[in-house]
T-cell receptor
Framework: KAGVTQTPRYLIKTRGQQVTLSCSPI?????VSWYQQTPGQGLQFLFEYFSETQRNKGNFPGRFSGRQFSNSRSEMNVSTLELGDSALYLCASSLDQPGRNEQYFGPGTRLTVT | AQSVTQLDSQVPVFEEAPVELRCNYSSSVSVYLFWYVQYPNQGLQLLLK??????LVKGINGFEAEFNKSQTSFHLRKPSVHISDTAEYFC??????????????FGKGTLLTVNP
């Protein structure tokens, strides 16, 4: 079974621009979560989607948004990019069954804001 | 609110030596516990998880961890490490309650360096 895929893998944007990152979960997984990883703050939870609805949200400003499609694929968008948004953005999917809530991560999208 | 403390930011060891990576957590509710590994320029790979049952959990690549509820710890161990175990290791927790199962709180990570 194919793992979680994320596109693009690398991205360079300019301050003030917006960006959209894509995530395809493992087949059959309906929960998709997003995390930001930076050297200073470590791994931080952004949000989680299930059945096209945001179910959990972390402490990030409204510039960070996401959505999930009916095939469970997810996108996250960051508007008005700031230098501090440079990070590795990780997507994870989960089966969402009792006793099977572990998350499987994709390789990430490395975003550089200049 | 939950928090995870990984007590060592870096752990250097020699090949074939045993290793223990320490993790303590704080939470007002019951939690699930996980260890993930991250190799350079890659995502996170699940090593093992504690959901319920036996407090000694075995994972992939010869790793195991023991859940200690009284000490709120979940230390990761391997009896004999290999050069290929060099990576960053993350301990994580999530709330057991239904809607918050998928919000992982991570520690800052421990960089394990295995030297020949």
């Amino acid at each position: 079974k194919a793992g979680v895929t994320q596109t693009p893998r690398y991205l360079i944007k300019t301050r003030g621009q917006q960006v959209t990152l894509s995530c395809s979960p493992i087949s059959g997984h309906r929960s998709v979560s997003w995390y930001q990883q930076t050297p200073g703050q470590g791994l931080q939870f952004l949000f989680e989607y299930f059945s096209e609805t945001q179910r959990n949200k972390g402490n990030f400003p409204g510039r960070f948004s996401g959505r999930q499609f009916s095939n469970s694929r997810s996108e996250m968008n960051v508007s008005t990019l700031e230098l501090g948004d440079s990070a590795l953005y990780l997507c994870a999917s989960s089966l969402d069954q009792p006793g099977r809530n572990e998350q499987y991560f994709g390789p990430g999208t490395r975003l550089t804001v200049t | 609110a939950q928090s995870v403390t990984q007590l060592d930011s870096q752990v250097p060891v020699f090949e074939e030596a045993p290793v223990e990576l320490r993790c303590n957590y704080s939470s007002s509710v019951s939690v699930y516990l996980f260890w993930y590994v991250q190799y350079p320029n890659q995502g996170l790979q699940l090593l093992l998880k504690y959901l319920s049952g036996s407090t000694l959990v075995k994972g992939i690549n010869g790793f195991e961890a023991e859940f200690n509820k009284s000490q709120t710890s979940f230390h990761l161990r391997k009896p004999s490490v290999h050069i290929s175990d060099t990576a960053e290791y993350f301990c994580a927790v999530s709330d057991r309650s239904g809607g918050s199962n998928y919000k992982l709180t991570f520690g800052k990570g421990t960089l394990l360096t295995v030297n020949p």
